[in-house]
């Protein structure tokens, strides 16, 4: 995901750029190579980060230093998919920004980091068992092609957990085709009330509904 607004939590997909290729039903999707492997921070909170990701993630840890200057943590089969390395200090600017903003203040070199869900309810379960542990979302968003959750890391990181609503290429286009009153125009929304929603029977696509505002 990409561009997010602070106020708003702003976030689309960059379909020009072919990432995904949307399959028909009963056909298995193919993401094109090169795909996200794994991520790697710098941070002066590491037992703090570590932790966190642990936590949200349900990670293990792969391999510790013994001196606790860096970790590699595990959340498949893979050998690692996030890293740390423990340093005396990092630059704590803010991340998240409005496109377009002109914002004069510094800013952190990475917008934020999305990862995503392959059900509504499963985004929605991720957000109660955090919710549980008192990790809670600073905004939740509705930009259309994705249920977006927005968090920050314990160095103020903007972590992404979405769902991709499964708009088809003629509805994308449309909504790119929108321009800013579509791709500016998320819906806040609570993610408890959805979860509810959702065990209650409601469809997932009146969940994930979207219209753009009136003109």
């Known amino acids: 995901m990409s561009g997010v607004s602070g106020s708003a939590g702003l976030s689309w997909p960059l379909a020009s750029r072919g990432a995904v290729f949307r399959a028909a039903p009963g056909e298995e999707a193919v993401m094109t190579s090169p795909k996200i492997s794994h991520l790697i921070f710098n941070t002066a909170n590491y037992e703090a980060m570590k932790q966190w990701y642990l936590d949200v993630f349900e990670a293990r840890i792969g391999v510790e230093t013994s001196d606790h200057s860096a970790c590699f943590l595990q959340t498949d089969e893979h050998h690692h998919r ?6 005396a200090k990092t630059d704590e600017s803010v991340a998240m920004t409005a496109p377009g903003s002109g914002d004069a203040s510094a800013l ?20 109660e068992r955090l919710a ?8 939740s968003m509705n930009h259309g092609p ?33 321009g800013d009153r579509y791709v500016l125009s998320a819906i806040p929304f609570d993610p408890a009330e959805k979860l ?7 469809p997932v696509a009146e969940l994930t509904a979207w219209s753009p505002p009136a003109r």
């Open 82 to 87: 996030i890293g740390m390395f423990n340093v």
């Open 108 to 127: 952190s070199r990475l917008n934020h980091l999305a990862f995503e869900y392959p059900t509504l309810a499963e985004l929605f379960e991720t957000y």
């Open 132 to 139: 549980g542990s008192s990790i809670l979302p600073t905004v």
């Open 146 to 178: 994705t249920m977006s959750v927005y968090y920050q890391d314990p160095d103020r990181n903007v972590v992404e957990l979405f769902y991709d609503t499964r708009y088809t290429e003629s509805q994308l286009a449309e909504f790119y085709a929108g």
């Open 196 to 202: 509810a929603e959702l065990r209650g029977g409601k």
